[in-house]
């Protein structure tokens, strides 16, 4: 199995990259984030107990979302490979998804992380919360809380994997297409 980390701070383009990816390389999509505001939409309880956390652009709280990804791997047995999206985010979950993934006898591959000034992810947040209807984009100083949260408990899950030798960094700033085929130059020798 292929299982990609693509890691890097809020509007680091994750997303955006996560859509090519899995349709290149048939990985099934794994976002906590789109998890949550999934949940959100339907009005579950914990979508609801999410949303107070989401609101003020911090994490939520470890057993959530590690529950979240132990049904989704759960859901999807026959799968080639998963790309991980907006998780792991602290070493907790980095800890809990290796647990996971020895239990289906595989691993993380490789952790691809986008490099990002923090301005140019402020700009891309605005922008898109003028559209997008995510209420912890129309906000800067959430915007900015979220980049807070990153620096003091996400950053930290890049020298769990460091350890590994499993880190790589790839420029997060160009075009979409450009950024796209530095993550392809890494991910095509590991597949
Ligand atoms: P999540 O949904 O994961 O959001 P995020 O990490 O804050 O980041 P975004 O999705 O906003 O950015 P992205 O890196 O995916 O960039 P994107 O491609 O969208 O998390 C939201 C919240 O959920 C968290 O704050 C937390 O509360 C909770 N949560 C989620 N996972 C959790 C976990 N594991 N543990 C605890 N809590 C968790 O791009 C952003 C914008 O930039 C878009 O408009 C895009 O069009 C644009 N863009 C993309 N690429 C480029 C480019 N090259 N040039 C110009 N613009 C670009």
Redesign the pocket.
């Known amino acids: 199995m292929f299982n990609l980390i ?1 890691f ?11 859509e090519k990816l899995i349709a290149s390389y048939g990985l099934i999509h794994l ?7 999934n949940e959100i939409a339907r009005q579950t309880p914990l979508g609801l107990e ?1 949303k107070n ?2 609101d ?7 057993e ?2 590690i529950g979240m ?1 132990s049904s989704a791997l759960d859901n999807n047995p026959n799968a080639k490979g998963f790309l991980f ?6 070493a907790a ?1 980095a800890e809990a998804l290796d647990k996971l993934l020895t239990l289906k006898q595989t691993s993380i591959t490789v952790m691809l992380a ?1 490099e ?1 000034g923090e301005e ?2 402020v700009q ?2 605005l ?2 919360g003028k559209t ?1 209807g ?1 209420s ?2 129309t906000n800067e100083a959430i915007i900015r809380e ?1 980049i807070v ?2 620096h003091n408990k996400t950053a930290a899950v890049a020298d769990y994997y460091l350890k590994f030798n499993k880190v790589v960094m790839v420029k ?5 297409d ?2 796209f085929a530095g993550l392809c130059k890494e991910i095509d020798p590991r597949v």
């Open positions: 693509l890097g701070p809020p509007g680091s383009g994750k997303g955006t990259q996560s976002s906590t984030g789109d998890l949550l505001r999410a956390f989401m003020k652009g911090r994490l939520v709280p470890d959530v979302v990804i999206d907006g998780f792991p985010r602290t979950q986008l990002v140019e992810l891309r947040l922008k898109r997008s995510r912890d984009d979220r949260e990153y997060g700033e160009g075009s979409v450009e950024i």
